[in-house]
């Protein structure tokens, strides 16, 4: 790629330079995988980016330690480094914190699926009337993956507002990447139990739980096991800063192994706080065999999304 280090400034944590992404490719590259696909990704309106970069430079009250950004740069800078590591389709995990906002981050979600065509065409919802018919104009118009934030959004999953977004979406089949786990910090309405009951009315929804439902591992993948479309992804776990404060249960990881077919990679670029090769790492040094990895960083995803061989 060469050095895009000009785009960096103090708030950086290392520039994006050629020997970063050779480092990148060489993981994916040495297991025989064409590239790699990260379901969770940022990708959201430059105003919006603003206010979550800024609530994590303030290190905000759910953080309570130093949060870097480590790929802070213009929109099109950050694409060409996701293309550059190898991603072969990534998200735009757009989310609303309040009501009439979830409509206009889908149209441009839509817009910026069009000029990316490996973009996975990300949507959103909040619990508001009228979800349930824009959560289907949504779909209609080419939606492939949506993204629930409960914690950031402080809804329930289980809000009557979101009966029909939900039947909608189960009909549809459209995956959902939802955190709904209660890290970083717990909110009102995190955890597993109302996902549990959303399952029981919908045991078919597609869920991808974000952060393999951190910190409340063991009851999340109990519903990966007993849901057949309930998915993982990664999104910053097994890393040494997630490792610090909410380790995974070593005990639990023949249970990983065994659900291999459902997990898969997520990054939370650009909004990490360690370069992107330390993902990779995470994943690869759990020593699952490399079977396991290429399920993870590509074929589970690409057979969920219906990613073709470029």
């Known amino acids: 790629m060469g050095s895009v280090d000009h785009m960096c400034d103090d708030h950086d944590v290392q520039p994006f330079t050629t020997a970063e992404v050779d480092a990148v490719r060489k ?3 040495g297991i025989g995988l064409p590239g790699i696909i990260d379901v969770h990704t940022h990708f959201m309106p430059g105003r919006v980016m603003d206010k979550v970069w800024a609530y994590f430079d303030s290190a905000g009250p759910m953080l309570g330690r130093e949060w870097p950004i480590a790929y802070r740069a213009d929109e099109e800078v950050r694409v060409s480094t996701l293309r550059s590591f190898g991603a072969l389709a990534f998200s735009s995990m757009i989310y609303p914190h309040k009501p009439s906002m979830a409509q206009w981050l889908n149209a441009w979600g839509v817009e910026f699926a069009a000029t990316h065509p490996d973009c996975l065409q990300t949507a959103t919802f909040y619990p508001e009337p009228g979800a349930g018919e824009y959560v289907g104009e949504a779909i209609e118009s080419g939606a492939r993956v949506f993204k629930s934030h409960v914690q950031v959004g402080a809804y329930s999953p289980i809000d009557p507002l979101l009966d029909e977004v939900w039947g909608r979406i189960d009909d549809a089949q459209v995956p959902v990447v939802i955190h709904c786990g209660s890290g970083p910090a ?21 869920l991808i739980v974000a952060h393999m439902g951190t910190p409340e591992y063991a009851p999340f993948l109990d519903l990966a096991e007993q849901f ?46 360690y ?27 690409a057979r969920l999304f219906d990613v073709q061989p470029v």
Not at 192 to 203: A, E, G, M, N, Y
Request: glycine letters at 8%.
């Open 27 to 29: 993981v994916w590259q």
């Open 186 to 206: 717990p909110g009102e309405f995190t955890g597993p139990d109302r996902i549990k009951t959303l399952l029981s009315r919908f045991p078919t929804l597609p």
């Open 228 to 273: 057949e479309n309930v998915h993982l992804d990664t999104t910053m776990s097994f890393t040494d800063f997630s490792e610090a404060g909410a380790p995974y249960p070593r005990d639990l990881m023949p249970r990983v192994e065994a659900l291999g077919s459902k997990i898969l990679f997520g990054s939370d670029f650009p909004n990490i706080p």
């Open 275 to 301: 370069g992107y090769r330390h993902a990779l790492d995470a994943i690869v040094r759990l020593d699952l065999g490399d079977d396991w990895v290429r399920g993870v960083l590509h074929d589970n995803a």
